[in-house]
């Protein structure tokens, strides 16, 4: 017998796991799927990260996004809830066991439509989690109407003109308090990588919004949501080392500052604008400056936005034990009988 050659062999990372061991089933959704583009990254990101995926627990709620969850590490739990309701099931589940690494994957009808009250809410709590949107301002699965993050004047065949403005998940997530906030392309695997490589070391909410394309039924030429551009070059993320931004410019030629127009393989246009060197992630009101410029001028900005690495969890604000609750007997979770006496003497 002999022995495997070394183009099979298979490496493991520093649990002692391979990359095949974060998989999940085979995909279902339409092939070239932006969202399959981001499940594989997921997966390469928590091997490369040595999670044990019996400490990672998945959300979704419902949607093309919502499906995600069963293409990507198959060993962990996985909890699909009620349209618009992940940030419920997330906080429940994460009380139960803070020591458990928290994926969600929602979309931007899920997020900004039905879920948009919940997501404020959770976001507002610093919850810590990976929440990553994958926005293709379309809702896919009943055939292709506008979502909430659909472009103002955006023109589908069986949908008409749009005539409303959209809304903005990664503005929203900033006005709202989140403490990570970063915004991606499914076409960019090395940014989605890193971005969320960077999601799971950080301590609180991480929102990523993904421009992730529809190929069924949004592959309009003008329409901002086919593919995205450049990166942010953000001093925190390198301190860190998940990224070296000038390394992982997939542009050739990419410049700081420059702005680039690229035609994707639809035939739409996009406009590139890389962050300028100056530009500090930890300053809010510079992220949501620019996030207007970009708006004003049709650009969707990639990179990380904006980072507040020493803002309080949740689980900061109460004294939870070591312990999760969930492994704790029920004498350690029950008030004694004097306390509920007193309690109980307090109603009358």
Not at 32 to 56: D, F, R, S, W
Not at 59 to 68: E, Q
Not at 181 to 203: M, N, T, W, Y
Not at 263 to 281: A, F, Q, R, W
Request: charged residues 20%; aromatic residues 8%.
């Amino acid at each position: 017998m002999t022995a495997p050659s070394s183009s099979t062999t298979q490496i493991t990372n520093q649990v002692g796991l391979t990359k095949a061991d974060y998989k999940g089933a085979p995909s279902t959704l339409c092939q070239g799927c932006g969202h399959n583009g981001i499940a594989a990254q997921i997966v390469t990101a928590c091997y490369e990260m040595n999670l044990l995926p019996e400490k990672v627990v998945k959300f979704s709620g419902i949607g093309c996004s919502s499906k995600s969850p069963t293409y990507f590490l198959g060993r962990s739990f996985s909890f699909n809830g009620l349209h618009g309701r992940m940030p419920s099931l997330a906080l429940g589940a994460l009380f139960a066991d803070h020591t458990l690494e928290a994926i969600g994957l929602s979309g931007d009808g899920d997020t900004a439509s039905i879920g948009l009250g919940q997501f404020k809410h959770l976001v507002r709590r610093n919850l810590p989690m990976v929440y990553i949107v994958e926005n293709n301002g379309v809702y896919g699965l009943t055939k292709g109407q506008f979502s909430a993050t659909a472009e103002k004047g955006l023109y589908l065949k069986k949908q008409g003109t749009n005539p409303f403005l959209p809304i903005d998940i990664a503005m929203e997530a900033l006005v709202s308090g989140a403490t990570f906030v970063a915004r991606s392309f499914a076409g960019d695997p090395k940014q989605v990588k890193e971005l969320i490589k960077a999601a799971i070391a950080h301590d609180g909410i991480a929102v990523i919004d993904i421009i992730s394309p529809c190929v069924t039924f949004h592959n309009h030429e003008n329409s901002f949501h086919s593919y995205s551009f450049g990166k942010v070059h953000e001093e925190p993320l390198h301190e860190i080392s998940l990224v070296l931004a000038r390394e992982e410019i997939t542009v050739d030629d990419f410049e700081t500052g420059e702005v680039r127009e690229v035609t994707m393989h639809d035939g739409s246009t996009v406009i590139l604008k890389k962050l300028e060197n100056e530009y500090d992630p930890t300053d809010k009101w510079q992220a949501l400056r620019t996030l207007e410029e970009a708006a004003n001028n049709n650009w969707l900005l990639t990179g990380l936005l904006y980072v507040e690495p020493n803002a309080p969890t949740l689980f900061d604000k109460y004294n939870l034990p070591d312990t999760p609750l969930n492994r704790l007997p029920a004498e350690k979770l029950r008030p004694v009988r004097e306390t509920l006496e007193k309690i109980n003497a307090m109603m009358f």
